[in-house]
């Protein structure tokens, strides 16, 4: 049986950013910024590709969709990125 696309679990940048609805070019800074604030990192044991439930856990806090189950408040975006 085939593997749907939104049943992986593993996504690389570029798959995160089609998730995202972002170019593929620019997620690469997106990224680094977010990291900085907790967006999970890509792991070598999975060819370097990011866990994708951890990211969308990360982006519904961001976008105070939900808190954590510590109880840790939503991220607070600190206003609009220039990316070029």
Same mark, same amino acid.
């Given at each position: !049986?085939?593997?749907? /696309? ?17 170019? /593929?070019? !620019?997620?690469p800074?997106i990224? =680094? ?9 890509? +792991? ?15 982006? +519904?806090?961001? =976008?105070?969709?939900? =808190? ?17």
């Amino acid at each position: !049986m085939a593997e749907r /696309a939104q049943d992986k679990l593993f996504l690389d940048d570029k798959e995160i950013a089609a998730r995202l609805g972002v170019r /593929a070019a !620019m997620f690469p800074s997106i990224a =680094q910024v977010l990291e900085k604030d907790g967006f999970p990192r890509r +792991d070598p044991l999975f060819e370097d590709k990011r866990y994708w439930p951890a990211c969308r856990s990360y982006l +519904d806090r961001r =976008q105070g969709v939900r =808190q954590d189950d510590d109880g840790a408040l939503p991220l607070n975006p600190d206003g609009k990125e220039n990316w070029s």
